[in-house]
């Protein structure tokens, strides 16, 4: 392995305002690398830098998918005001996973 393969700074930013976009989209880091078709090299290290929690790429990534999650509940919450029941049923559902997940993190640290 190479110095400029240790430094895990080939790619720089060039792909953060992708990454964050399909993040949004709730897409897996598996299938951003499958859409964006990088080299192996830049794909590797990209699949890196996006398991690590405090790279810039962790950070893109978890920003868009808390946004395309925000964005969900904005408009599910507009529909249960007017009234549909799907949207209140799906509301209250989301609801309780979000409680859920907030008490496995308090608990047990996932």
């Not at 790619?11 to 859409?35: H, M, P, T």
């Amino acid at each position: 392995m190479t110095e400029k393969n240790l430094t895990l700074n080939n790619i720089g930013d060039k792909y953060l305002n992708q990454v964050k976009s399909f993040g949004a989209l709730g897409y897996s880091i598996g299938r951003i690398l499958e859409l964006l078709n990088l080299p192996d090299s830049e794909a590797t290290e990209l699949k890196l830098r996006m398991s690590m929690p405090e790279d810039i790429y962790n950070k893109a990534y978890r920003q868009g998918c808390a946004i395309g999650e925000y964005n969900v509940d904005v408009e599910l919450h507009k529909q249960a005001e007017k009234g549909d029941i799907d949207s209140i049923k799906l509301e209250e559902e989301r609801n309780m996973i979000k409680k859920e997940d907030k008490l496995k993190r308090e608990l047990f640290g996932v």
